[in-house]
């Protein structure tokens, strides 16, 4: 029997933004889905080396407006995220490896971003729009996140 399969796609460089498909494609993986992750736009940052270290958290509303308040921020949620014993983001995205979980970098962002594939983490694949099209249509779950 086929493994059911999961797809997530990432376009936020930031905390609350890299988290959901990390977390949704770890715990997909774990229920014995193929699960994989592509990221693209703003969220190509997150699977470029230092990428998630320096992924940050911007406020909400006018809060996010005021200079200084995503640093404040940022420090605020590794706090919170740190004392719920949740993984850092670099932490998370080896996990998500170790487990099988896929990460792919959108071919057609790292050409745009004029992105050398070698400034990567380690096996991430690059994948056309079409490619992971035909995954998301072989599917059970395939998220926005």
Do not use: H
């Amino acid at each position: 029997m086929e493994k059911e399969k999961a797809a997530f796609i990432c376009v936020k460089d930031t905390i609350d933004g890299a988290y959901p498909s990390l977390v949704l494609g770890i715990n997909a993986a774990r229920q014995g889905m193929e699960s994989k992750i592509f990221y693209s736009f703003m969220g190509l940052n997150m699977v470029m080396q230092g990428g998630a270290e320096r992924a940050k958290f911007f406020p909400p509303g006018t809060m996010g407006a005021i200079p200084g308040m995503a640093s404040i921020a940022t420090g605020m949620m590794k706090k919170k995220i740190e004392k719920a014993n949740i993984d850092n983001l670099e932490d998370l995205q080896l996990q998500a490896q170790m487990e099988g979980v896929e990460l792919i970098a959108c071919k057609m962002t790292v050409d745009m971003m004029e992105i050398e594939e070698d400034k990567l983490i380690e096996d991430v694949a690059v994948w056309t729009a079409e490619k992971f099209l035909k995954f998301a249509k072989e599917c059970k779950l395939c998220l926005f996140t």
